[in-house]
């Protein structure tokens, strides 16, 4: 188990105006391990990978990539050091086929033209390294791809790029049970392949067959960060829900936590 | 009798084979993936029902006609197919055309500037024209449907303004007025059909080649060469009625040749389908087209995307206005107005370009441009009003959009949006 974190937050905090959406959240994705990131809605999870991804900017808190304190100002920031999210909606062209997809954006090219041979080779290898083999053709439009395929497509487009930590939000969402078993296996096989891959889902039996940690977010704080082996599936339950479950999770809150300031709002107390 | 082959990485994929090549695109097209379909099927039918009512129809001079007729509305119609491509529209490109071919006139005949300065003028005006829109819509966040509708109504007011309140003014450059009156001669049009044809061949063969090479599948041979076969045979027969002598008294004026304008036109479609087709340009209007958000997170700059084909848009309307203004040889306020738009966005839509965005081939313009060309010109000869005409064409638009709309249906219905 490789010790040192691929990606690590640390302290990181964003709000949007008056709304603090993440509290001095850490978070550590090792290679090679599926980290599942798990929360109710309105935790923030969407807000912390748009934050990694560099859609939103952080507030304060710092990011360590490979041991080298990194700044994100953008997508495109996040990519060239290797880090790729796969969103629940895909972002597929359903008019384009699967390698045109695949690099969309990112086209190789010679010259002015357009390598189709060349993409459609790396396209084919990529899949090929997650041992996809169902697909009809390269040259297939994603239109005519079941919901499984697509999800394939997308996850591939994610590895197309010797990308380093993939972000996967919600990928079984929307599929059946054969599907969702496939894109599980899928998401293992990022990992075996020296990936650190962070796992954002609702379904706790998803989490349970493919993630080596949990950590789980409650009101925008890392309530706990722990080994899957290490908990149950009810203590995780509480982590999301309460944020706290015995002795892990996040401290029981005391009055000292709104500031010091205490307003007694009880009926009565105000006379 | 279909074998599988490994591809690139060893993701195994079925070997085309020609039946099975034709068997995957009857798939496609009962799938409601029509493409020119519908068009080209919808032309031979037309001209056989012209064709047996009136003789003329099937006339080299009609046919060299065809093309002289239906050149504005081709051009308008391949820059509103890259505005459709993105699900917009630019209900302004007819005026816009009437302004450029204006400019160009009033250059020409009042300034006495010659056609290699008054034209690029007129292009640049387009240029222009197409960056404002864009940048309107774009920027703005204005509907086209709304920003085009306006510049519509403004623009055949700066074409009246333009001609000092509704004269006719007349070019006599002759280079101008040759665009898209005068033919090649018999050589030069030879020589153009066989560099098409020699062109057309290489570059497919060539593509199969590179992709044998990389162990990549490729196209049976067989419907590669029927391809090329196929094209070159629709050249060389209308190549072969073109050169016939066609005057209806060849003593005064002899008429033989390749329309000058069909090299033009022919350029054009080569230049866009290359574009569209061929370059990361192009990759991202169609991306834009079928799914903005992907296309955006892609990091495609979409707000660029978007200024482009307005822009290439009102160039094309303004090449449309050129072509114009020299068939007429001479512009007035209703140059680029009545119908002109309204057969322009017909053409693409009916050639098989979607309304919906994302779909749609630049020989789209070329055959729904034809196929209006057709019904106009028949119809003509027929002797039927230009009200009964305007009906037909109406339906006919009123069909193609139909066709588009249930094909969209069928294509969510069975999985292949």
Same mark, same amino acid.
């Given at each position: 188990?490789?010790?040192?974190?691929?990606?690590?937050?640390?302290?990181?905090?964003?709000? @949007?105006?008056?709304?603090?959406?993440?509290?001095?959240?850490?978070l550590s994705v090792y290679p090679g391990e599926v980290t599942a990131l798990v929360g109710d809605n309105g935790a923030g999870k969407s807000t912390m990978v748009k934050c990694i991804s560099g859609i939103y900017q952080i507030d304060s808190g710092t990011v360590t990539f490979e041991g080298n304190q990194v700044a994100i100002h953008g997508p495109s920031d996040a990519s060239a050091l290797g880090i790729e999210v796969v969103y629940q909606d895909l972002a597929l062209c359903d008019n384009l086929d699967v390698v045109q997809?695949? @690099?969309?954006?990112?086209?190789?090219?010679?010259?002015?033209?357009?390598?189709?041979?060349?993409?459609?080779?790396?396209?084919?290898?990529?899949?090929?390294?997650?041992?996809?083999?169902?697909?009809?053709?390269?040259?297939?439009?994603?239109?005519s791809l079941s919901g499984g395929q697509r999800q394939t497509v997308a996850?591939?487009?994610?590895?197309?790029?010797?990308?380093?930590?993939?972000?996967?939000?919600?990928?079984?969402?929307?599929?059946?049970?054969?599907?969702?078993?496939?894109?599980l296996e899928l998401v293992r096989r990022l990992a075996d392949n020296g990936l650190g891959v962070v796992l954002i889902s609702h379904n706790m039996n998803d989490v349970f067959a493919v993630s080596d940690r949990i950590a789980a977010l409650y009101l925008g704080r890392m309530a706990a960060q722990v080994k899957t082996?290490?908990?149950?599936?009810?203590?995780?339950?509480?982590?999301?829900?309460?944020?706290?479950s015995g002795n892990i999770g996040l401290p029981p809150e005391k009055p000292a936590d709104f500031g010091g300031d205490v307003v007694d709002i009880t009926p009565g107390g105000d006379k | 009798m279909t074998t599988t082959t490994t591809t690139a990485g060893g993701v195994k994929v079925v070997k085309p084979t020609v039946a099975s090549y034709i068997n995957d695109y009857w798939g496609r097209v009962r799938g409601g993936d029509l493409g020119t379909l519908p068009a080209i099927l919808g032309l031979i039918v037309l001209s056989l029902i012209f064709g047996i009512a009136r003789d003329t129809f099937f006339s080299g001079l009609n046919f060299a006609n065809l093309f002289n007729q239906s050149a504005q509305v081709v051009f308008i119609a391949m820059g509103l197919i890259f505005v459709l491509l993105l699900g917009e529209i630019d209900l302004s490109a007819g005026f816009a055309s009437g302004v450029c071919g204006a400019v160009v006139a009033i250059l020409l005949t009042n300034h006495g500037w010659d056609w290699y300065t008054a034209i690029p003028a007129a292009l640049v005006t387009g240029v222009v024209i197409?960056?404002?829109?864009?940048?309107?819509?774009?920027?703005?966040?204005?509907?086209?449907?709304?920003?085009?509708?306006?510049?519509?109504?403004?623009?055949?007011?700066?074409?009246?303004?333009l001609l000092g309140g509704g004269t006719n003014i007349s070019t006599r450059n002759e280079f101008f007025n040759a665009l898209n009156n005068n033919n090649l001669s018999v050589a030069w049009s030879w020589i153009l059909a066989i560099v098409a044809i020699v062109g057309y061949a290489a570059a497919q063969l060539n593509a199969m080649r590179s992709r044998a090479k990389r162990g990549l599948v490729t196209d049976p041979m067989g419907i590669v060469l029927m391809r090329?076969?196929?094209?070159?045979?629709?050249?060389?027969?209308?190549?072969v009625v073109l050169t016939q002598e066609r005057a209806i008294n060849p003593a005064i004026n002899s008429l033989k040749g390749v329309p000058i304008v069909v090299p033009i036109i022919g350029f054009f479609l080569v230049l866009w389908t290359f574009v569209l087709g061929r370059t990361a340009y192009g990759r991202h209007v169609y991306a834009v087209g079928g799914n903005t958000e992907a296309a955006r997170r892609a990091g495609i700059p979409v707000d660029r995307i978007r200024i482009s084909v307005f822009v290439i848009g009102s160039f094309m309307a303004a090449i449309g206005g050129i072509m114009a203004v020299s068939r007429a040889s001479s512009v007035d306020p209703n140059t680029g107005g009545s119908n002109i738009l309204l057969y322009s966005v017909g053409a693409a839509v009916i050639g098989g370009t979607s309304l919906f965005g994302g779909k749609g081939k630049i020989i789209n313009a070329v055959i729904g441009g034809a196929v209006i060309a057709v019904i106009d010109n028949g119809m003509t000869?027929?002797?039927?009003?230009?009200?009964?005409?305007?009906?037909?064409?109406?339906?006919?638009?009123?069909?193609?959009?139909?066709v588009d709309a249930l094909a969209r249906r069928r294509a969510a219905a069975t999985g292949n949006r």
């Amino acid at each position: 188990m490789a010790a040192t974190p691929l990606l690590e937050l640390n302290g990181i905090n964003k709000g @949007f105006g008056p709304v603090q959406v993440l509290h001095d959240v850490n978070l550590s994705v090792y290679p090679g391990e599926v980290t599942a990131l798990v929360g109710d809605n309105g935790a923030g999870k969407s807000t912390m990978v748009k934050c990694i991804s560099g859609i939103y900017q952080i507030d304060s808190g710092t990011v360590t990539f490979e041991g080298n304190q990194v700044a994100i100002h953008g997508p495109s920031d996040a990519s060239a050091l290797g880090i790729e999210v796969v969103y629940q909606d895909l972002a597929l062209c359903d008019n384009l086929d699967v390698v045109q997809n695949m @690099f969309l954006g990112r086209e190789k090219k010679r010259g002015i033209v357009l390598d189709e041979p060349t993409m459609e080779q790396m396209a084919g290898d990529a899949l090929a390294s997650l041992s996809v083999r169902t697909l009809k053709s390269l040259r297939q439009l994603v239109a005519s791809l079941s919901g499984g395929q697509r999800q394939t497509v997308a996850i591939a487009k994610a590895v197309l790029w010797n990308s380093k930590v993939v972000i996967l939000d919600e990928p079984t969402a929307a599929l059946g049970v054969a599907q969702t078993a496939q894109v599980l296996e899928l998401v293992r096989r990022l990992a075996d392949n020296g990936l650190g891959v962070v796992l954002i889902s609702h379904n706790m039996n998803d989490v349970f067959a493919v993630s080596d940690r949990i950590a789980a977010l409650y009101l925008g704080r890392m309530a706990a960060q722990v080994k899957t082996t290490d908990v149950t599936h009810s203590q995780v339950v509480e982590l999301i829900t309460g944020g706290r479950s015995g002795n892990i999770g996040l401290p029981p809150e005391k009055p000292a936590d709104f500031g010091g300031d205490v307003v007694d709002i009880t009926p009565g107390g105000d006379k | 009798m279909t074998t599988t082959t490994t591809t690139a990485g060893g993701v195994k994929v079925v070997k085309p084979t020609v039946a099975s090549y034709i068997n995957d695109y009857w798939g496609r097209v009962r799938g409601g993936d029509l493409g020119t379909l519908p068009a080209i099927l919808g032309l031979i039918v037309l001209s056989l029902i012209f064709g047996i009512a009136r003789d003329t129809f099937f006339s080299g001079l009609n046919f060299a006609n065809l093309f002289n007729q239906s050149a504005q509305v081709v051009f308008i119609a391949m820059g509103l197919i890259f505005v459709l491509l993105l699900g917009e529209i630019d209900l302004s490109a007819g005026f816009a055309s009437g302004v450029c071919g204006a400019v160009v006139a009033i250059l020409l005949t009042n300034h006495g500037w010659d056609w290699y300065t008054a034209i690029p003028a007129a292009l640049v005006t387009g240029v222009v024209i197409g960056f404002v829109l864009g940048l309107l819509v774009a920027k703005l966040g204005i509907p086209s449907f709304v920003v085009t509708l306006a510049a519509f109504l403004a623009f055949q007011g700066v074409l009246l303004v333009l001609l000092g309140g509704g004269t006719n003014i007349s070019t006599r450059n002759e280079f101008f007025n040759a665009l898209n009156n005068n033919n090649l001669s018999v050589a030069w049009s030879w020589i153009l059909a066989i560099v098409a044809i020699v062109g057309y061949a290489a570059a497919q063969l060539n593509a199969m080649r590179s992709r044998a090479k990389r162990g990549l599948v490729t196209d049976p041979m067989g419907i590669v060469l029927m391809r090329i076969g196929g094209l070159a045979v629709l050249i060389v027969v209308a190549t072969v009625v073109l050169t016939q002598e066609r005057a209806i008294n060849p003593a005064i004026n002899s008429l033989k040749g390749v329309p000058i304008v069909v090299p033009i036109i022919g350029f054009f479609l080569v230049l866009w389908t290359f574009v569209l087709g061929r370059t990361a340009y192009g990759r991202h209007v169609y991306a834009v087209g079928g799914n903005t958000e992907a296309a955006r997170r892609a990091g495609i700059p979409v707000d660029r995307i978007r200024i482009s084909v307005f822009v290439i848009g009102s160039f094309m309307a303004a090449i449309g206005g050129i072509m114009a203004v020299s068939r007429a040889s001479s512009v007035d306020p209703n140059t680029g107005g009545s119908n002109i738009l309204l057969y322009s966005v017909g053409a693409a839509v009916i050639g098989g370009t979607s309304l919906f965005g994302g779909k749609g081939k630049i020989i789209n313009a070329v055959i729904g441009g034809a196929v209006i060309a057709v019904i106009d010109n028949g119809m003509t000869l027929m002797g039927f009003n230009s009200g009964t005409k305007f009906i037909v064409t109406g339906l006919i638009l009123l069909v193609a959009a139909s066709v588009d709309a249930l094909a969209r249906r069928r294509a969510a219905a069975t999985g292949n949006r």
